[in-house]
T-cell receptor
Framework: TQLLEQSPQFLSIQEGENLTVYCNSSSVFSSLQWYRQEPGEGPVLLVTVVTGGEVKKLKRLTFQFGDARKDSSLHITAAQPGDTGLYLCAGLHTGRRALTFGSGTRLQVQP | DAGITQSPRHKVTETGTPVTLRCHQTENHRYMYWYRQDPGHGLRLIHYSYGVKDTDKGEVSDGYSVSRSKTEDFLLTLESATSSQTSVYFC????????????????FGEGSRLTVL
């Protein structure tokens, strides 16, 4: 099993704080995606990163793919209550046709 | 929203009974996936399909089988349900693979909550 470990598992912060979520593996990914899931719904794609060292920004969210393509991070600036949800990273290994998901980080932003 | 529906949305059954979950898409996407979601485990891949009658196992395939006789339908069958299969099951579809041509975005259904007593 090719594991994808996310940390932290839970995060409860106040509105306006910054946070970083990490996604790590011992194996190399050809691409990596981040999804957000709200209660009772399926996950929704936030971003896809493909190139080692790549940085993508989506409003207050910044995604980085590690140089060796084994890890990724999600940084949220000035978190809002609307950012509350389960954040999942998912990696695709070369030659595979299905994503491997991390265990998720549950974020709660208190107003 | 992607046209993907799961049925049933909720089911309670007893240990040892067969159960079939259906995933139906109207997008004509090539790839279809069944994942299960349990607390602390994120999403774990059960089986997936890369075309009609083309399927492969995921990381937690024991006790599950699948069939895809048409592009639009992907069925997940629990031959003899066990309490360990109590979970929320998500179907997902994608037109392409992540990092390849296209977005590689997975579109998920709303989930099927299965309880095995």
């Amino acid at each position: 099993t090719q594991l994808l470990e996310q940390s932290p598992q839970f995060l409860s912060i106040q509105e306006g704080e910054n946070l970083t979520v990490y996604c790590n593996s011992s194996s190399v990914f050809s691409s990596l995606q981040w999804y957000r899931q709200e209660p009772g719904e399926g996950p929704v794609l936030l971003v896809t990163v493909v190139t080692g060292g790549e940085v993508k920004k989506l409003k207050r969210l910044t995604f980085q793919f590690g140089d060796a393509r084994k890890d990724s991070s999600l940084h949220i600036t000035a978190a809002q209550p609307g950012d509350t949800g389960l954040y999942l990273c998912a990696g695709l290994h070369t030659g595979r046709r299905a994503l491997t998901f991390g265990s998720g980080t549950r974020l709660q932003v208190q107003p | 929203d992607a046209g993907i529906t799961q049925s049933p949305r909720h089911k309670v059954t007893e240990t040892g009974t067969p159960v079939t979950l259906r995933c139906h898409q109207t997008e004509n996407h090539r790839y279809m996936y069944w994942y299960r979601q349990d607390p602390g485990h994120g999403l774990r891949l059960i089986h997936y399909s890369y075309g009609v009658k083309d399927t492969d196992k995921g990381e937690v395939s024991d006790g599950y089988s699948v069939s895809r006789s048409k592009t639009e339908d992907f069925l997940l069958t629990l031959e003899s349900a066990t309490s360990s299969q109590t979970s929320v099951y998500f179907c997902a579809i994608s037109e392409s693979l992540a990092g390849g041509p296209g977005t590689g975005e997975l579109f998920f259904g709303e989930g099927s909550r299965l309880t095995v007593l």
